[in-house]
């Protein structure tokens, strides 16, 4: 297992070495973003445009090491810089994915492939015919009363089973 200090300075490199990129393509020194590794659940990473923040998944970085840092770092970053330079525009569109192939030379790719099996908690929940898997978001909105689910076999409603 890789050793997680080790991966955050790899990630540290990789964003300068990126910002380095996007410095000389703008001719402009943009500011080095806050990077922090507290992000919970199935996203790889977020971007935080007001506060120049990238947020990384300590889990998910450590299961994919290299191909984390090489995808996830550009990404977010690519969206702080085209805040920074353009505004506010759409989150993938075409200002973010010129940022992403034209200026960090990497793939313009929205979505991470990583395995978020081990981050990717699930409740079980039976019905009248079978058990489902519920996420979190869907757990906790029955759990407050704001939802209800049915089953669309039988047409029951879900019924949480504690563990």
């Known amino acids: 297992m890789p050793d997680l200090r080790i991966l ?25 973003p806050v990077m922090n590794f507290e992000l919970r659940g199935q996203k790889a990473g977020v971007a935080y445009l007001q506060q120049n923040e990238i947020r990384l998944n300590p889990v998910l970085l450590v299961e994919n090491g290299t191909a984390f840092i090489q995808q996830v770092v550009p990404h977010e970053l690519a969206h702080l810089l085209v805040y920074q330079q353009f505004g506010h525009v759409q989150p993938h569109g075409k200002e973010w994915q010129m940022m992403m192939e034209q200026v960090l030379g990497v793939p313009a790719e929205i979505y991470h492939q990583f395995s978020t099996a081990t981050v990717a908690k699930q409740f079980s929940y039976q019905c009248d015919c079978q058990t489902h898997l519920l996420s979190v978001r869907r757990h906790n909105a029955i759990q407050c009363n704001q939802r209800s689910y049915i089953c669309r076999n039988c047409k029951q409603p879900l019924r949480f089973l504690p563990t």
Do not use: Y
């Open 8 to 32: 955050k300075l790899q990630a540290q490199r990789q964003l300068k070495q990126s910002l380095v990129l996007a410095n000389q393509f703008f001719n402009k020194e943009f500011t080095i």
